[in-house]
């Protein structure tokens, strides 16, 4: 699970465009923290420590703590908005958690043993059909990546959901099949011979 980190963030008052504008222009991100049954509260956070969480990796995958004026409050990254042409934060919605709050994630996947693979060692390609697979999980046991073994993978092998030894209390969103995460094609040339 990623290292949790704190926000310092302070309530704020107005709302709308005008005064998202002008906290923009001081330097802050308007933000809000909704869910967990309680009413949404506005704030703004600082722009420059949330611009390299975000562009960091892992933004929204990590529970932060926020500290709203000396109250604490933990929360997941629900979803954020960038400007269109400069790639900078406009705003971020955050997700009020506690230790029962399942939430949906996208999860990266990392392939490891890629030399002991047969299929690759003469000259297939892994192919990666999703990058990261959709997951329900508790808020505070969302694992950084999840990780596919390739070790004995041959030419031709499709590497399914069900091969893939997921952590503890990750569950796949999708339940109706057996998804693909991953191939092993073989290369062009190989192919044209076989013909």
């Known amino acids: 699970m990623s290292q949790s980190y704190e ?6 008052e107005r709302v709308g465009k005008g005064s998202s504008r002008e ?6 991100i308007p933000a809000v923290i909704y869910g ?31 500290d709203v004026d000396g109250q604490k409050i933990q929360v997941l990254p629900k979803d954020y908005q ?22 949906t994630v996208q999860i990266p996947v990392h392939f490891i043993n890629e030399e002991q693979s047969a299929g690759l060692k003469r000259g ?3 192919n990666i059909v999703r990058h990261e697979i959709e997951a329900e999980v508790p808020a505070n046991q ?9 070790s004995g993978a041959e030419l ?9 030894k997921l952590p503890k209390n990750v569950t796949p969103t999708i339940t109706d099949r057996d998804f693909t995460i991953a191939t092993i094609a073989a290369p062009a040339g190989l192919k044209s011979e076989e013909s």
Not at 23 to 28: Q, V, W
Not at 39 to 63: E, N, Q, R
Not at 142 to 150: A, N
């Open 82 to 103: 960038l400007d269109p042409i400069r790639d900078f934060p406009t705003h971020i919605d955050f997700l009020r958690v506690s230790k029962n709050t399942l939430v």
């Open 7 to 12: 926000l310092k963030a302070e309530a704020r």
């Open 36 to 66: 967990d049954k309680q009413a949404p509260l506005s704030i703004a956070v600082d722009y420059k420590t949330v611009y390299y969480k975000i562009h960091g990796g892992g933004f929204k995958t990590t529970i932060a703590t926020i």
């Open 156 to 164: 031709g092998d499709s590497i399914h959901i069900s091969a893939v």
């Open 142 to 150: 969302i694992p950084d990546f999840i990780e596919i073994d390739l």
């Open 23 to 28: 906290l923009r222009r001081n330097g802050k």
């Open 124 to 126: 297939g390609v892994l």
